[in-house]
């Protein structure tokens, strides 16, 4: 297993984290937004295209990397980049898991957090025991 | 009860019961020192109003931040109407983090915008006693819990107002707050061209 880098937004689509592991290619200019643009959008083709009319967007594959995505209640999103073969199922739980254990822990109970525009995350605490995290899950 | 309050009085129970206790006391009397210094800081003495107004902006604070932790723990799902919102509110919402049973139907001639929560017992109010004057007449003493359900409820996505109708502090027989919806949150998030 191979994790190549996550990506967490906020509610107005800031870039609040951003982490890197095993990625092999140099980040390039704005590709935050891009990333930002392509899960929002793939979401809501989810919901317009699908015959329910909810939406529901898991994980999206390439013959060379797969992007897990999970999302909030109140609006966080993650893009998470791996090795094409991670099993969707495993990283939806990881990833649920990651929001209500260390990112409720290490980022909305920090009082020098705030949910609002353009505030990013500072504290190196979250971006250490998110390593650990995967660690524990086996993930990295 | 319906089957669905059912579902969402047990999911409060579930959360209330898994998560990190405090001491009722500690909390209460931690919150009337809060109430008081403001009170005593007011610059003048009639204008209760205004630590109504500091409850409030305070609760809301809090409440962006504690509805992360209600839907990490009660694991309750995502409302998409008001009407599921101010269930959720009154049932796990307040059981959760108050251990309080409180009920919640629509107010009379609404239209079904607007919801009652009526809740008997009030953590917040232990061992508290009002003096005569201003401060009873004017002070919802508990002020902090509309704010928390106001600023919970924005980043969910609904605008809402909370306001204390009826508090027992003021002599009344039962605890109540009006919650009123006020439209729906836009889509903030903002993607490149």
């Not at chain 1, 594959?61 to 609006?75: A, D, F, Q, S």
């Not at chain 2, 998409?80 to 983090?97: L, N, P, Y």
């Amino acid at each position: 297993m191979t994790l190549y880098s996550i990506y967490i937004f906020n509610r107005y689509g800031d870039n609040i984290f951003y982490k890197e592991w095993n990625r092999t290619t140099a980040p390039q200019e704005g590709e935050a937004g891009l990333v930002a643009g392509f899960i929002y959008t793939l979401q809501h083709f989810s919901s317009q295209l699908s015959s329910s009319g909810e939406g529901g967007f898991y994980a999206v594959r390439t013959p060379l990397y797969k992007l897990h995505y999970n999302e909030t209640m109140t609006g966080y999103r993650v893009a998470l980049l791996s090795d094409k073969d991670l099993k969707t199922d495993v990283v939806q739980n990881i990833l649920r898991k990651m929001f209500s254990d260390v990112f409720q822990r290490y980022v909305t109970k920090d009082p020098n957090y705030s949910h609002t525009q353009g505030r990013v995350i500072t504290s190196t605490a979250f971006g250490e025991a998110l390593d650990q995290f995967f660690h524990s899950q086996k993930i990295l | 009860m319906s089957q669905q309050r059912q579902v969402a009085a047990k999911l409060g129970e579930v959360a209330f019961d898994s998560g990190e206790k405090a001491s009722a006391e500690f909390f209460a009397i931690t919150y009337g020192a809060l109430v008081q210094q403001m009170i005593t800081d007011l610059p003048q003495a009639d204008d209760v109003e205004v630590v109504n107004q500091q409850l409030d902006t305070m609760g809301r604070r809090i409440g962006s931040r504690l509805v992360e932790e209600y839907s990490a723990r009660s694991g309750a799902p995502a409302c998409r109407t008001f009407a599921q919102a101010a269930d959720a509110v009154a049932i796990v919402g307040i059981k959760m983090f108050l251990n309080v049973n409180a009920t919640v139907q629509p107010a009379e001639e609404s239209g079904g915008d607007t919801f009652t929560l009526t809740f008997a017992d009030n953590p917040l109010a232990l061992f508290v006693e009002l003096p005569e004057g201003p401060v009873r007449q004017r002070l919802w003493y508990s002020n902090v819990i509309c704010g928390v359900i106001v600023g919970a409820l924005s980043m969910v996505g609904f605008i809402a107002e909370a306001t204390f109708v009826r508090d027992t502090l003021r002599g009344d027989a039962t605890n109540e707050i009006l919650l009123s919806f006020k439209g729906r949150e836009k889509e903030t998030f903002k993607v490149e061209q």
